[in-house]
Antibody
Framework: EVQLVESGGGLVQPGGSLRLSCAAS????????MTWVRQAPGKGLEWMAN????????YYVDSVEGRFTISRDNAKSSLYLQMNTLRAEDTAMYYC??????????WGQGTLVTVSS | QSALTQPPSASGSPGQSVTISCTGT?????????VSWYQQHPGKAPKVMIY???KRPSGVPDRFSGSKSGNAASLTVSGLQAEDEGDYYC??????????FGTGTKVTVL
């Protein structure tokens, strides 16, 4: 069974940093692109970042380019999102998702990040 | 990377049909046959309902169908059922390995 379990969310002050993790199981992690998607409270989904199977390529939405870094450790079947210089508008539920073709076929349950003083 | 435009809400009675639009540009919806649709129930992760404009993943009822014309895509839910109530989001490839979601539509079954 495919499972994606996010962790690392919490309360952080503006300007602070946080590292999210996503533990994958039930599939060959290194064979898939992976994605982070976020959803602000009561708002819609926002594609954040993609990472290639071997981690050699990363792509970001403009609003986080330079502040956030997506990475992966295929040996640990884990996906990460390093978030720096956090702003109030980064407050959201962060989901990791498996990317196949042009869709996300499996999603985690999300981890909540709250940026507030 | 502007969000695709969807109507905020749509509704229908059980058994009726509802159609949700998703409007983008020639740089996303109009430029690729990579439009997908996701259903999200409160407190849950999204679930893919349609991919590549009109294809249904296994397990998705054939009541769900998708289409595209120019820079706009649409999702139709026929024979509405109570469990179809929820939020629906379109998504499209936007070139350069980037993607964009729609603004979301809340579907209510009356």
């Amino acid at each position: 069974e495919v499972q994606l379990v996010e962790s690392g969310g919490g309360l952080v002050q503006p300007g602070g940093s946080l590292r999210l993790s996503c533990a994958a199981s039930g599939f060959s992690f290194s064979s898939y692109w992976m994605t982070w998607v976020r959803q602000a409270p009561g708002k819609g989904l926002e594609w954040m970042a993609n990472i290639k199977r071997d981690g050699s390529e990363q792509y970001y939405v403009d609003s986080v380019e330079g502040r956030f870094t997506i990475s992966r450790d295929n040996a640990k079947s884990s996906l990460y999102l390093q978030m720096n210089t956090l702003r109030a508008e980064d407050t959201a539920m962060y989901y990791c998702a498996r990317h196949v073709g042009s869709i996300w076929d499996y999603w985690g349950q999300g981890t909540l990040v709250t940026v507030s003083s | 990377q502007s969000a695709l435009t969807q109507p905020p809400s749509a509704s229908g009675s059980p058994g009726q049909s509802v159609t949700i639009s998703c409007t983008g540009t020639s740089s996303d919806v109009g430029g690729y046959n990579s439009v997908s649709w996701y259903q999200q129930h409160p407190g849950k992760a999204p679930k893919v309902m349609i991919y590549e404009v009109s294809k249904r993943p296994s397990g998705v009822p054939d009541r769900f169908s998708g289409s595209k014309s120019g820079n706009a895509a649409s999702l139709t839910v026929s024979g509405l059922q109570a469990e179809d109530e929820g939020d629906y989001y379109c998504a499209s490839y936007a070139g350069s390995n980037k993607y964009v979601f729609g603004t979301g539509t809340k579907v209510t079954v009356l």
